[in-house]
C-alpha cells in the first residue's frame, strides 16, 4: 500500500503478487492487488480484482464501488447505475446515494431524483439546508413541465419551493407567473419582491413588469420604480426602470437611470447589456447615428453580463441540473474573462536600436563619408509616390477613427533632416 501511495506500479504490483500468493483471501490482498493494477493502467486486472471481492461479505460493497468507478471511466453509465443501486440496496452509502441521483437528474426523471433526495435524507446521508435546496430545485422543474398542461398542480409546486428556498429565483418567476395568470396580483408582487431583495434577477424583474397584461408602457414604468427601490443600489434596478423609461419613451428617466452606469464615477466598465440599452436610447431618441455606432462598438468590446453558468457552460435559461447530471450546478455570475492582447496600432517599421547604434558609433572608428556625387540632385523625401500613400492611409485612418469614438490629432509636418543629414539615415524616415 505505502507503493500504491508512492505511485511506484513496479514495486506495488511485485508486492500484491506477493501478498496474494502468501494471504490471498485476505480483503487487504484484494484492495492492494486491484489499486496496483490500476496505477498501471491494467483496467481489465483491476475489474478481475474488484469481481472477486464480490464473493466476500466483508469486500462486497468495495468490490462495487471499484465496478463502478471503472464503469464510468470507460463511458458505461448504465452499468454503473447497476453497481449502485446495488450498492444502495446493501448499505446507506454516499457515493451510491450521490450517484443514482446524478444519474437520474441527468435523466431529466425528476421525480425519481426526487425520491431519492428523501431517502438520502432519510438515511443522513445529506445535510438538511442541502436536502431542503435539492427539493426546491426539483420541485421547480417539476412545476416548469407542468404549467402549460397543469397550472395549479404546477403553482403548488411552485409555490413550495419558493417556501423551501426562498432565493430561488426560477422557483420565484414561475409562482408569481402563474399567481398573475389567477388574477391574485397582490401574492404574485409580494413573492417576487422578497426574491428580488435577495438575488436581483432579470427573470424577476420581467415577470413583475408584466403581471398585468393589459398595463401600459406608463404603468410598466412605475413598477419598475417601485421594484427598484426593492434594491435600490443594483445595477439591475437601474437596468429596468431605464429599459421601462424607454417603452414609455420618457428618455429623460432612462438617461437619468442608466447614468451611474456609464458615467466616470461608474463601479466598472458598463456591461453589454448597458452599451446596448444606450444605442437603443440613442436610436429612439432620434440621435446622431455615430452615437449609436459607438456605443454598439463599445458593446462588442463589452463585459459579459451575469448569466447561469455550469461545467463551464454559460446559458441564458436556468436548468435543474447541469449537462453533466449535477443537480443545482447552475449559479447566476459573471463569466471570468479571457484575457487578450490589447488591440495597438501595429509597431513602426523603424528599428530604433538600429537608429540608436548609428547615432552612438564612436567617432574614431568611423570611416569618413564618401564624397557626393557632383552633379545628382537630392532626392525629396515626399517624392510623390510616398506622398500619395500617406495621403490613401490618411483617408481611410479618419473614417475608421470616427466610427470608434476617437479623435485623431492633427497632421504633423515632414521632418526635413537637411542638407547635411547622412544619407544612411533618411531610410527610416520612409517608414514613419
Known amino acids: 500500500m505505502i507503493a500504491v501511495g508512492a505511485g511506484d506500479a513496479r514495486a506495488a504490483r511485485r508486492h500484491a503478487a506477493e501478498a496474494h500468493r502468501l494471504i490471498g483471501d485476505e480483503p ?16 481489465a486486472a483491476a475489474e478481475a480484482a474488484f469481481r472477486d471481492m464480490l464473493g466476500k461479505e466483508h469486500t462486497h460493497t468495495l468490490g462495487l464501488r471499484g465496478l463502478h468507478l471503472e464503469a464510468r471511466r470507460r463511458g458505461d453509465h448504465a452499468e454503473a447505475l447497476k453497481y449502485a443501486a446495488e450498492a444502495s440496496r446493501h448499505a446507506a452509502l454516499p457515493w451510491a446515494g450521490q450517484a443514482m441521483l446524478d444519474h437520474r437528474a441527468a435523466a431529466g426523471d425528476w421525480a425519481g431524483a426526487l425520491a431519492t433526495v428523501e431517502s438520502n435524507a432519510a438515511a443522513h446521508l445529506i445535510d438538511k439546508p442541502t ?4 427539493r426546491a430545485v426539483l420541485k421547480t422543474a ?29 422557483a420565484a418567476a414561475l409562482a408569481g407567473r402563474l399567481l ?4 391574485d396580483y397582490r401574492r404574485a408582487s409580494r413573492i417576487i419582491e422578497t426574491t428580488y431583495a435577495k438575488t436581483p434577477h432579470p427573470d424577476l424583474a420581467a415577470a413583475y413588469l408584466r403581471l398585468r397584461p393589459g398595463d401600459s408602457a406608463s404603468d410598466r414604468l412605475v413598477r419598475a420604480k417601485a421594484l427598484a427601490r426593492v434594491a435600490p443600489n443594483d445595477p439591475e434596478s437601474r437596468l429596468t426602470v431605464a429599459r421601462a423609461a424607454l ?42 447615428p455615430g452615437a449609436v455606432r459607438e456605443w454598439l462598438a463599445r458593446a462588442s468590446r463589452a463585459p459579459h453580463d451575469p448569466a447561469w453558468i455550469a461545467d463551464g457552460i454559460i446559458s441564458d435559461v436556468w436548468a435543474p441540473a447541469s449537462p ?25 517599421r523603424s528599428e530604433p536600436a538600429m537608429i540608436e547604434h548609428v547615432a552612438e558609433a564612436p567617432a574614431a572608428e568611423a570611416e569618413p563619408p564618401p564624397a557626393a556625387p557632383k552633379e545628382e540632385p537630392k532626392q525629396d523625401l515626399k517624392d510623390e509616390p510616398v506622398a500619395q500613400q500617406e ?42
Do not use: Y
Not at 28 to 43: E, T, V, Y
Not at 180 to 183: E, I, L, N, S, V
Open 131 to 134: 436536502a431542503n435546496r435539492w
Open 28 to 43: 487487504l490482498a484484494h484492495l492492494l492487488r486491484a489499486q496496483a493494477a490500476q496505477l498501471a493502467g491494467d483496467r
Open 391 to 432: 495621403q490613401e492611409t490618411q483617408k481611410n485612418v479618419e473614417p475608421l477613427a470616427a466610427r470608434a469614438g476617437f479623435d485623431l490629432p492633427p497632421p504633423s509636418p515632414p521632418d526635413d533632416p537637411g542638407a547635411e543629414g547622412p544619407p544612411e539615415k533618411r531610410r527610416f524616415r520612409l517608414f514613419s
Open 180 to 183: 398573475a395568470a389567477g388574477g
Open 247 to 288: 417603452e414609455a419613451r420618457d428618455f429623460k428617466a432612462a438617461r437619468e437611470a442608466i447614468a451611474p452606469l456609464i458615467g466616470a464615477d461608474a463601479p466598472s466598465r458598463p456591461t453589454r447589456r448597458v452599451c446596448l440599452l444606450m444605442a437603443d436610447l440613442e436610436e429612439t431618441e432620434g440621435g446622431a
Open 142 to 170: 417539476m412545476a416548469q413541465e407542468r404549467a402549460d398542461r397543469e397550472p395549479q398542480a404546477a403553482l403548488a409546486l411552485a409555490q413550495e419551493a419558493v417556501r423551501l428556498a426562498p432565493d430561488l429565483t426560477p
Open 324 to 348: 453533466s447530471g449535477k443537480l443545482d450546478a447552475f449559479v447566476w455570475r459573471t463569466p471570468d474573462e479571457r484575457l487578450s492582447a490589447p488591440s495597438e496600432p501595429p509597431p513602426e
